[in-house]
Every structure is written in structure tokens, then in C-alpha cells.
């Protein structure tokens, strides 16, 4: 913070944490109250909070139209995974399957507030996201299903969907291996003078590996256009925040690194789609990183084979007063942009589309033996085992 | 190597022809640039890249932390955007650090995608032991990555072959694994002057033709192979030498075809013996040539220990030219 140039991002900070002092209450018992504001943080931090319930859809600029896109991306998502977990209980579905259910803001606030063209990676938890940044029901489920029509040719499943045509990056199954990835997607964008800003996901569990702080060193060091996000819901596996990380308030690491860092709702799709859209702004026209703490929840175990004795049913119950998409579907009723009908008419829509996903699946075939041996290598006559 | 009479060559050094590759790699293609620890400021810890900052600025020649982990990830995340990063390790023996990158992603993130990316990226520095260093320092890493499908991996043995191979290595579009002896910087050699001069990965060089016993031996242990060969003659015994230069795709039909002439087999690998590279290469030989052999395959390979510290224990446990000696005259069943 000596440093002369360091300044300026510090001023915008002290504006912003004093337009929001309200306390951040939305995550589990982990971390909810222990973000404790801007008042203890390190001279000259640049800390951004983003509490949610201020913003409609007037302040940010979104047509009813984008509403309901994001509405429908979300419900996607959940009918989505509703499908699939119900397809894995019948064995249609082997391996891990980590349900993002409950994080659907994070996802659809996060793509609509992104250019198109800027590159996203993610940890395994990844359908929401390949879901909205464009993939299809039918090349999900397919892959679920380990199927040659899926998005990896069958090769991916559950935790590794990409979609690069979309510009999502995967779908990465070491937890916090994919951080220096991201670090690095934001470096290619700064070499090559594209303009983008790289979105890299990951967990809460992630933050103690040394991949993240290495990653956000570099990131801050080289003033890499890169969001490093911590998708925080409380547990990674059974581990509740507390038990896990010294400093409960994930945000906080960025200091270590000089960067921003940022508190977000992520439980208000509103709050994200904002929270995200400005610092993606700061990050590329200042080509630099921040470090943005989501908090969100699971509803779902972390895994299907998780029994979930780490967390009591009344704590559940009360986090699904704060869904995020009842919340949106009550915006929309009560300001008048949609209907009971029309949402239902929606949802009937996107359960068709999971329905037909289904039976996409069922119908595409297993890959033919021979593809186990492609895409080892770029260079296709390869000489394998001899 | 030396078989190009068309060619004028250089003696250069071995850390020159690599500089060499990397720089007309860099003039070539600006998507390629070179990272690592002390590879700008400090001109490389092994002087690989001396000069490489002044002639491309920072933007292209950057100097990293101390996070093997974090830049080599940081190299994978911008190979999958379309740079042609080769990612300096001071040594081989740090990339344990790194190895998550290397294996999880690199080598697999093409596979998993169904093809949809590819991660064409370099990762290269000196490898296996280099004298008195002790345990953490002397490894010979390549029968760790050999082991990974994905990844490629090349360890030339002489400065001509270093260059032409590293410029193949940073054109390809795979992960490729760049090996280099720590001990063999300052070996000078002969280089190829011939403009834009490139190897196929994946080609053995016979080095030396004999109808006796076959030598199979990459990186340093080439030269022990040499040396053996060359006390062989003297002996009245005649070995074929072969360099396979690239270990993952390894060039089988080279080593079959010398085997089917000389039925005899001693392959000579810095490795730890278990799982070592000798034991890839005596698998196949016995697989696609039994009925050739006259002897069971023979191996000369590093003791298997951590490497020790004191100097004489340190010799002991590397492979030696008397070690290949015996070997070969055990193949032959001479004493
Ligand atoms: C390096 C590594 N160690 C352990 C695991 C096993 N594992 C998978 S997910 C997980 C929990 C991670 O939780 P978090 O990062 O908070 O992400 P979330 O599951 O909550 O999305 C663990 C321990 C792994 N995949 N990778």
C-alpha cells in the first residue's frame, strides 16, 4: 500500500463500504455474521460489498426480457439437476454427480454481467454454469449418461463439461487445480490484447489449497485481468468454513495479494449480475484481478452419496426462505413483469426440454470402443501401447 | 547427426542450442513466450536464456515466484487460450511441486474435453542427478512422466539434437516434456546450420552400428553407452548404440530392428530400476522379438535408493561405463 499507484483503487473503496454497512447474513453457520465490514480491514483495502435487496431491475438497466432470461437459465439449471439426480438413482448416471442446486444465481448473474467472449473455468460442482453459458440439456444429460452425443464425447462426465465454443473452460476435478488455469486464461488475454476479463469458480475447500495462493499472487503480480471467485456455501464435503480456514472471511485473503476483494450475495441474482458486471469492468479496463467471495448455498449434498449429518434440517429449511429463484419469481410477479401463468408456462417449457434430454440420452450411443483412443493426443496417429 | 554434409555446423554448447531453439521458436511465432524462475533478470539459472530478456522484453520473457504449481498452471490456462508458452523448471526435481498441473491438467485436459482443446505448451529444465547433491536433488524424473498418457517427453543427448528436437517440441501442439541433462549444459557438440532446423519427435538415432549387442540409452547415459562401446571394440566386441532421444512416443522399431541383428539387449537408464524406463523398453523387446533374443534383456540403471550424499557412495550409485561393460559381456556370455 506504499506504493503511490495503489492508491486510487482505495478511495472508490471507502465510497462503496460506506454505501453498504449492512451485514452479510446469507451464509451457513460457518461464515454468517463473521462478515464483519470494512472497519477492521487493513489501511488502504479495497473492499467492495455487495449485500443484495437494493437493486431492481430500473437501477441495473435490465429489460423484462433479460429477466426472464435469467429466470429461465436458472430454472434450467434446477430442473436440470432434479432430472439428473433422480437419472443417477436409477443408474443412469455413474461416478460423482455434485449438484449446484441453490448456487443457480451465482451462475446466471455471473454470464449475463460477462461479455460472451470472456473465458469461465470451474471446479466439478460445473452443470450450472455449462448450463449457462449455453450448453444444451440434450449434450449434458448425454454426457451424464456417458454418452458419444455428450459435450465430451463421453469422456468428461459430471465433472468435466466444456463447452469452448461458449467460451467455458471446464469442468476440473482437483480441488482448486483449475485457479492457476484461470490466472493463466486472464495472462493469454492480456498478451494478446483481447479485452477479456477470465472468470475463475471455485470453492470455499479451495481457499486453503496452495494453488489458489500461489495463483493469486501471480494474478496480482503481473496485473492479470482475471476474477478469481470463491463460490462460498459453507462446506467443502463436511467441513464447515470455520473448521477449515483461520480467517472464516474468505475475502479477506486478498489483502495478503494487494487486490480488491468482495463480499457478494449470492443468493440475489440481482446483486451478482451487478457485483460481477462492475468488477469485471474494473478488471478490464485496469487489467487487474480481485478476489470476489460469493456466499450461496447447497441445498443438495455434496455429492449423491452424501448423507448430509453435518447439517441440521432446520438450517436447510431456513436458507430456502432465501432461493434464489422463488426471489426472482416474486420480483417478477410483484413489480408486474410476469405472471403466475407465464412463469408456470416457463417451467413446463424447461421441463419438457430436461424431459427431452432424457430421452436424447437414452437414445445416443455409447462411444464405440475405438474413441477411448482418440484425443489423447492433438497429433491423431499416435502410437499408442506396442 | 553429423551426416549431413550439406549442412555447415557450429560447435555450440548445449545450453546454446537450446537458447537457439527457444529464440528462433520466439522470433517465429510471437505467440511463444518463456517463463520460469531467474529465466530473465538473472539470464537463467543455467544461463539457458541468457540474452533471451534484452532481445524480447518482459512481455515475453518473464520471471516467476517460486510457485512450480502456480506458473506451470498459469502456462496450461494460457496454452488452452492459444499461446505456446515453454515453461522453464530450474530443475526436474522441483516439478514434484508442479505435478498436479502437469498430470492432471496438461496431459488430460484434452482428453476430458473430447477434444475440444488443446494444451500446447513446453515444459522444460535440467533433469536427473547431478553429482553430490543428496536425495531432493538427484532424480531422474522421466519414467514418472512417461507414465502419463497425454504428455510427450524427450531427452536429447547432444546439442544438435537439443535444438532440433526443442523447435519440433514448441511447434507441437501437445504437451510436450523437455528434459535436458543438468550435468550436459556446458557439453559442446555440433549443431545444424541448416535455417529452421527441426527433428521429428519420436525418431531414434543409431549412433554407432554393431553386430554384437544393442545399447539402448537416452540423455546422459548415451554417453556411458559410448564410452562402453567404444572399451567393447577394443575387446573385440561390436554394439549397436541407440539414442531413442524421445521416450513417450518411443521409437520401438528401431530398437527391434537392431535386436533382430545382434539378439542381445542392455539398456542403460539413470532411473530408479523399478518402473524405469528400462524396464518399458525390456518389456517390449520381449514382447515383439522373444524368438530373436539370445539372453535375457539386461539393465544398467540407478541403484534403487534415494541418491546418497557422499562421493563415493554417490558413484556407486550411478549407473557406470564398467556396469554397462559387464552387462553387455553377461548378454554375451563372456566373463
Ligand atoms: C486435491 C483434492 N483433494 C481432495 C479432493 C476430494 N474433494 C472433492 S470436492 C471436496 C470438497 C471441496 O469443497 P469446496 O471447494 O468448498 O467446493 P464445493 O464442493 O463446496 O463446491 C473434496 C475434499 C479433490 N477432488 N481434490
Known amino acids: 500500500m506504499a506504493n503511490e499507484t495503489k492508491k486510487a483503487p482505495a478511495k472508490k473503496r471507502t465510497a462503496k463500504a460506506e454505501r453498504a454497512p449492512k451485514k452479510q447474513t446469507t451464509n451457513g453457520k460457518a461464515a454468517s455474521g463473521a462478515a464483519t465490514g470494512p472497519q477492521d ?19 441495473l438497466g435490465l429489460e423484462p426480457d433479460e429477466l426472464l432470461a435469467m429466470y429461465r437459465s436458472m430454472m434450467l439449471q434446477r430442473r436440470f439437476e432434479e432430472r439428473a439426480a433422480q437419472m443417477y438413482g436409477r443408474q443412469k448416471i455413474s461416478g460423482f454427480l455434485h449438484l449446484y442446486i441453490g448456487q443457480e444465481a451465482v451462475s446466471a448473474g455471473t454470464v449475463h454481467a460477462l461479455q460472451d467472449t470472456d473465458p469461465i473455468i470451474t471446479a466439478y460442482r460445473d452443470h450450472g454454469l455449462g448450463l449457462a453459458r449455453g450448453m444444451t440439456a440434450n449434450e449434458c444429460m448425454a454426457e451424464l449418461f456417458g454418452k458419444i452425443d455428450g459435450s465430451s464425447r463421453g469422456k468428461g462426465g459430471s465433472m468435466h463439461f466444456f463447452d469452448v465454443e461458449n467460451h467455458f473452460y471446464g469442468g476440473h476435478g482437483i480441488v482448486g487445480g483449475q485457479i492457476p488455469l484461470a490466472v493463466g486464461m486472464g495472462f493469454a488475454a492480456k498478451y494478446k490484447e483481447t479485452g477479456a476479463v477470465a472468470v475463475g469458480f471455485f470453492g470455499d475447500g479451495a481457499i486453503s489449497q496452495g494453488s489458489f495462493h500461489e495463483a493469486a499472487n501471480l494474478a496480482a503480480l503481473y496485473e492479470i485481468p482475471v476474477l478469481l471467485v470463491c463460490e462460498n456455501n459453507g462446506y467443502a464435503m463436511g467441513t464447515a468454513v470455520d473448521r477449515a480456514v ?23 441474482v440481482f446483486e ?44 436447510m429449511e431456513s436458507k430456502k426462505n432465501e432461493d434464489p429463484i422463488i426471489r426472482l419469481k416474486s420480483y417478477l410477479i410483484d413489480h408486474d413483469l410476469a405472471t403466475n401463468e407465464q412463469l408456470d408456462a416457463l417451467d413446463d417449457e424447461v421441463k419438457a426440454e430436461v424431459h427431452a434430454s432424457v430421452e436424447f440420452a437414452e437414445n445416443s450411443p455409447f462411444p464405440p470402443v475405438e474413441t477411448m483412443y482418440e484425443d489423447v493426443y492433438v497429433q491423431d496417429d499416435y502410437p499408442f501401447i506396442v | 547427426m553429423s551426416e549431413s554434409a550439406n549442412h555447415p555446423m557450429a560447435e555450440l554448447q548445449f545450453r546454446e542450442a537450446l537458447r537457439d531453439a527457444m529464440t528462433e521458436e520466439m522470433v517465429r511465432d510471437e505467440n511463444v513466450f518463456l517463463m520460469g524462475e531467474e529465466v530473465a533478470e538473472y539470464d537463467g539459472a543455467y544461463k539457458v536464456s541468457q540474452g533471451m530478456l534484452d532481445q524480447f522484453g518482459p512481455k515475453r520473457v518473464i520471471d516467476t515466484p517460486i510457485a512450480e504449481n502456480g506458473f506451470s498452471g498459469l502456462g496450461i490456462g494460457a496454452a488452452m487460450m492459444g499461446l505456446r508458452p515453454v515453461v522453464e523448471f530450474m530443475t526436474w526435481n522441483f516439478t514434484f511441486v508442479a505435478f498436479d498441473q502437469i498430470v492432471s491438467n496438461a496431459a488430460k485436459i484434452r482428453y476430458m474435453s473430447g477434444g475440444q482443446l488443446k494444451v500446447p505448451i513446453v515444459f522444460r529444465g535440467g533433469n536427473g542427478a547431478a553429482g553430490q547433491l543428496a536425495a531432493t536433488h538427484n532424480n531422474s524424473t522421466e519414467a514418472f512422466y512417461t507414465n502419463v498418457p497425454g504428455l510427450k517427453v524427450i531427452a536429447p543427448s547432444n546439442p544438435d539434437d537439443a535444438k532440433g528436437l526443442l523447435k519440433s517440441a514448441i511447434r507441437d501442439d501437445d504437451p510436450v516434456l523437455f528434459m535436458e541433462s543438468e550435468l550436459m549444459f556446458g557439453l559442446k557438440g555440433e549443431v545444424s546450420d541448416e535455417e529452421d532446423y527441426t527433428l521429428p519427435i519420436g525418431k531414434a538415432r543409431i549412433a554407432r552400428e554393431g553386430d554384437d549387442v544393442t545399447l539402448v540409452a537416452h540423455s546422459k547415459s548415451y554417453w556411458l553407452a559410448m564410452e562402453a562401446a567404444e572399451e567393447l571394440a577394443k575387446q573385440g566386441y561390436e554394439a549397436t548404440v541407440i539414442d531413442p532421444r524421445t521416450l513417450r512416443p518411443f521409437d520401438t522399431g528401431a530398437v527391434v530392428d537392431s535386436v533382430k541383428q545382434t539378439n542381445r539387449l542392455v539398456i542403460v537408464d539413470e532411473c530408479s530400476p523399478y518402473g524405469g524406463i528400462a524396464s518399458e523398453v525390456a518389456f517390449r523387446i520381449q514382447s515383439q522379438c522373444f524368438d530373436y533374443l539370445d539372453a535375457p534383456v539386461a539393465r544398467v540403471t540407478a541403484k534403487d535408493t534415494p541418491a546418497p550424499y557422499a562421493k563415493n557412495l554417490i558413484e556407486a550409485w550411478m549407473p557406470t561405463v564398467d556396469e554397462v561393460i559387464a552387462a553387455a559381456k553377461g548378454a554375451l556370455y563372456v566373463e
Open chain 1, 246 to 268: 483461520s480467517e472464516p472471511d474468505l475475502y479477506k485473503q486478498a489483502y495478503a495479494y494487494d487486490m480488491t476483494g468482495a463480499l457478494v450475495n449470492g443468493m440475489d
Open chain 1, 41 to 59: 480491514l487493513p489501511d488502504g483495502a479495497d473492499f467492495r460489498m455487495y449485500t443484495g435487496g437494493g437493486h431492481t431491475h430500473e437501477s
Open chain 1, 272 to 315: 451478482v449480475y451487478y457485483a460481477m458486471g462492475e468488477l469485471a469492468k474494473q478488471a478490464r479496463e485496469q487489467s487487474k484481478p480481485a478476489l470476489v467471495e460469493i456466499r450461496t448455498y447447497r441445498y443438495r449434498g455434496h455429492s449423491m452419496s452424501d448423507p448430509q449429518k453435518y447439517r441440521t434440517k432446520e438450517e
